[in-house]
C-alpha cells in the first residue's frame, strides 16, 4: 500500500516590481468608452473634401489682445530716493554728526528747501556737503576739506609705517625725519651751560675741554646730556674738584648706555615690541641682546638663528 502526499504551494504574494490594478468606477469606465469613440470618429481632412454639406470654420480670437503695459517702480527698495523729507533730513543730521535743531535758523532754512525739491540720496548730500564746507568752514577754507593727522613719535614709527601690513596709512603718509642735535652736541653743551650759569660763567669754568669731548662724543639726545651733566657736577662737588674733568664724566657715564638694547629703547622698541614684530620670545631677544642665542635643549651657539634676526632688524630699519 503506497500512500501519496500532494503538495500544493500557492504562491499569492506579488514581486515588488508589479502592483495590483484598482478596479475601475463606473464614471472611469464611461469616461474610456467615450475616449475610445473620440479616437473611432478622428477622420482625416482629405476624406470630407468636396462635401457641401460640412463646412469649416477657421477659430478667430473673439477679442484682439490689448497692449499692456505693467507699471514698474524705478526705486523699489528706496535705495535712490529717501521715502519722506523726515528720512531725508535724518539723514543729513547723521550725515553732519548733529541735531538739525543746533543749526543756524538759515542753514535750517535752506536743508528744508533742499528736501521740498528733491529727495534723491547722492544730490542732496553733494548739495549739503557743498554748502555746509563754505557756510559752516567759512569761505577761506572751503578747498580744506581734507583731515591731516600730524603723527610724532621715535624712528620707530617711521618703520612702522612702512610695514606691508600699514600700507594704507603709510603709502598716504609724507615722513619727515627730525634728527634733533645729532652732530650739535658740543653747541648744545655750551649754550647750556651759558642758559643756566651765573653772569660771567664760562664754559671752561665749569668743564675741561676733555669733559665736554666726552660728553658730546658719547651722548645722543639732550635727555643724555642734562642727566649726565647733572651727575657729573655731583660727583665733582662731592670729591671737591672744579672744573669737571673727563675722568669724573668718566666715572658718571653708563658702561651699557652705547649697548644694543638701550640704544633700540631710544628708538621706541622694547622687548616686548620686539618680541612681537619678529615673533620671537621675550627671553631669546635677551639672549640676543647679550649674544648669548643658543640652540633649544642645547649650551651651543645658534649662529643661524642670531643671523636670521639679525636680517630681520636690518630689513625693518633698525639701527643695529
Avoid at 475601475?24 to 468608452?33: L, M, S
Avoid at 615673533?279 to 640676543?288: G, N
Wanted: proline share 6%; charged share 25%.
Amino acid at each position: 500500500m503506497k500512500l501519496w502526499v500532494l503538495t500544493l504551494q500557492l504562491n499569492l504574494a506579488k514581486p515588488l516590481h508589479r502592483y495590483r490594478k484598482f478596479k475601475k468606477t463606473r464614471t472611469q469606465e464611461r469616461a474610456d468608452r467615450i475616449a475610445t469613440l473620440a479616437k473611432q470618429l478622428d477622420l482625416p481632412r482629405a476624406s470630407l473634401a468636396g462635401n457641401t454639406d460640412i463646412q469649416f470654420v477657421e477659430e478667430r480670437d473673439p477679442s484682439p489682445a490689448l497692449p499692456l503695459n505693467p507699471f514698474q517702480d524705478p526705486d523699489p527698495y528706496r535705495e535712490f530716493t529717501y521715502p519722506t523729507t523726515l528720512m531725508a533730513k535724518l539723514a543729513i543730521a547723521d550725515y553732519l554728526g548733529q541735531p538739525l535743531a543746533k543749526l543756524a535758523v538759515e542753514h535750517r532754512e535752506f536743508i528744508a528747501a533742499l528736501v521740498e525739491e528733491t529727495l534723491t540720496k547722492k544730490v542732496i548730500l553733494e548739495r549739503v556737503r557743498a554748502y555746509f564746507q563754505l557756510q559752516i568752514r567759512g569761505e577761506a577754507n572751503a578747498d580744506c576739506g581734507i583731515l591731516s593727522v600730524l603723527l610724532a613719535g621715535h624712528p620707530k614709527l617711521k618703520n612702522d609705517l612702512r610695514r606691508p601690513t600699514m600700507e594704507e596709512i603709510g603709502s598716504r603718509s609724507t615722513i619727515l625725519n627730525l634728527e634733533g642735535m645729532v652732530g650739535s652736541q658740543r653747541e648744545y653743551i655750551t649754550w647750556l651751560i651759558d642758559a643756566c650759569g651765573s653772569e660771567g660763567t664760562k664754559l671752561s669754568d665749569v668743564l675741561t675741554v676733555e669733559a665736554v669731548d666726552i660728553l658730546s662724543e658719547r651722548l645722543r639726545t639732550p635727555l643724555q646730556i642734562q642727566q649726565h651733566l647733572m651727575l657729573a657736577m655731583e660727583a665733582a662737588y662731592q670729591a671737591g674738584e672744579k672744573p669737571v674733568t673727563g675722568a669724573i664724566v668718566e666715572s658718571v657715564l653708563s658702561k651699557q648706555i652705547d649697548e644694543l638694547e638701550p640704544k633700540l629703547t631710544r628708538h621706541g622698541y622694547d622687548l616686548r615690541g620686539l618680541a612681537e614684530q619678529f615673533h620671537a620670545k621675550p627671553a631669546e631677544i635677551k639672549l640676543f641682546f647679550r649674544g648669548q642665542l643658543v640652540r633649544e635643549a642645547s649650551a651651543l651657539p645658534n649662529p643661524a638663528r642670531t643671523k636670521e634676526l639679525t636680517d630681520q632688524m636690518l630689513i625693518a630699519g633698525l639701527p643695529i
